[in-house]
């Protein structure tokens, strides 16, 4: 089965630090781009980070910026995010997408989707 | 950074009808290389992740049924669903992939009149 399903969610202080992590199975997950979008509970959606196939290009939000880190490994099918310095506002869902790719372009819709992780940063 | 504007923010529509939601961006999606809008629309059900329907403006997804179209160009667009089905209430997201960051308009709600 084609399917992205997100770990390492929890409760965290301001000030500290997750990574989550992306189990990809059922697709050939270096032929594709990835990415990370959260959606606070009952609100919209806001995409996170973005990395291509091999890991070579990567790009983020301006409101995570200098604080998050995205990475892949291919040889485990695997998605990372790593969270530093935590804040009130980062508190969501955080959903693993896979990004369109054909060849080594990636077009930065997502037509896959994972249910999610929840994060939440509270004193 | 690009803007993505959906209105209205929510909408009943019967079943049987036409429902219609409009994005607006500000500025052109249109890349002139590829003659290609970067307009994506998804729906979001209770409870699950967002499910992609419509790419490059217009071109449905695999399996996504005919009554979902979409159209426009440049910075104005529109999702349209020809005959309003039970299993459609959602909310309806537009999305850019344009230029980083990668935005969202806020959210149409689908609901049965």
């Known amino acids: 089965e084609v399917q992205l399903v997100e770990s390492g969610g929890g409760v965290v202080r301001p000030g500290g630090s997750l990574r989550l992590s992306c189990a990809a199975s059922g697709f050939t997950f270096d032929d594709y781009g990835m990415s990370w979008v959260r959606q606070v509970p009952g609100k919209g959606l806001e995409w996170v980070s973005g990395?291509?196939?091999?890991?070579?290009?990567?790009a983020y939000a301006d409101s995570v910026k200098g604080r998050f880190t995205i990475s892949r490994d291919n040889a485990k099918n695997s998605l990372y995010l790593q969270m530093n310095n935590l804040r009130a506002e980062d508190t969501a869902f955080y959903h693993c997408?896979?990004?369109?790719?054909?060849?080594?372009?990636?077009?930065?819709?997502?037509?896959?989707w994972g249910r999610g992780t929840l994060v939440t940063v509270s004193s | 950074d690009i803007v993505m504007t959906q209105s209205p923010d929510s909408l009943a529509v019967s079943l049987g009808e036409r429902a219609t939601i409009n994005c607006k961006s500000s500025q052109s999606l249109f890349y002139s290389s590829n003659k290609k809008n970067y307009l994506a629309w998804y729906q979001q059900k209770p409870g699950q992740p967002p499910k992609l329907l419509i790419y490059w403006a217009s071109t449905r997804e695999s399996g996504v049924p005919d009554r979902f179209s979409g159209s426009g160009s440049g910075t104005d667009f529109t999702l349209t669903i020809s005959s309003l089905q039970a299993e459609d209430v959602a909310v309806y997201y537009c999305?850019?992939?344009?230029?980083?960051?990668?935005?969202f308009g806020q959210g149409t709600k689908l609901e049965i009149k």
């Open positions: 997408a896979r990004d369109e790719t054909v060849g080594t372009t990636v077009y930065w819709y997502f037509d896959l």
């Open positions: 999305q850019q992939y344009y230029s980083t960051p990668y935005s």
């Open positions: 990395i291509n196939w091999n890991g070579g290009s990567t």
